[in-house]
């Protein structure tokens, strides 16, 4: 089934929309933006926990870099040195905000848990669980929109693994 967004959201949410197969999602704007999980929870009437932040970074060993999206709840924080060790990397770093646009197609801050420009690896923490349906960015920091766990899970494909510190 194909989104039919309306015709007031921004281009990247639009595309976004594109890329969710058997569900409709609702997209809604917040043109004070959503940029903060708290900015988020706050405009959508959520707990802060059912927040997804997709997170870009870029892992690496042998010399070899490779951008990763970590999909976190927005009540904790990415631990580097846990993300690192799910994939297999002797290092991990926050992307730049070129690498982010590059690797995903949206710019931070908005970055979609799916639906990127190139296949990136999706690293999921387990304590997104805590909350169904959850909540996540819609191309751009004034979008967001509703999804379930299991359609998040399905989407994303993430590998679940503890990448958060409390």
Do not use: Q
């Not at 039919?4 to 999602?25: K, Q, T, V, W, Y």
């Not at 060993?61 to 970590?70: E, F, N, W």
């Not at 669980?129 to 998040?152: C, E, H, K, M, Y």
């Amino acid at each position: 089934m194909t989104s039919s967004a309306p015709p007031d959201l921004p281009d990247a949410s639009r595309r976004l929309s594109r890329s969710f197969p058997g569900i409709e999602p609702l997209i809604r704007v917040f043109p004070e933006g959503t940029k903060t999980a708290e900015d988020a929870a706050r405009a959508v009437g959520c707990p802060v926990s059912a927040i997804v932040k997709s997170l870009v970074f870029v892992i690496s060993s042998d010399g070899s870099s490779t951008p990763v999206v970590a999909l976190v709840p927005g009540d904790l924080r990415l631990d580097t040195a846990k993300l690192g060790r799910a994939a297999d990397a002797a290092e991990a770093r926050r992307a730049t905000l070129d690498e982010v646009r590059m690797a995903t197609g949206y710019a931070a801050g908005g970055t979609p848990p799916f639906g990127h420009v190139t296949p990136v690896p999706v690293y999921a923490d387990p304590r997104l669980r805590r909350n169904d349906p959850l909540w996540a960015a819609a191309g751009t920091p004034t979008t967001v929109f509703p999804i379930s766990l299991a359609d998040l899970d399905r989407l994303s494909a993430p590998i679940w693994a503890d990448i958060t510190v409390l």
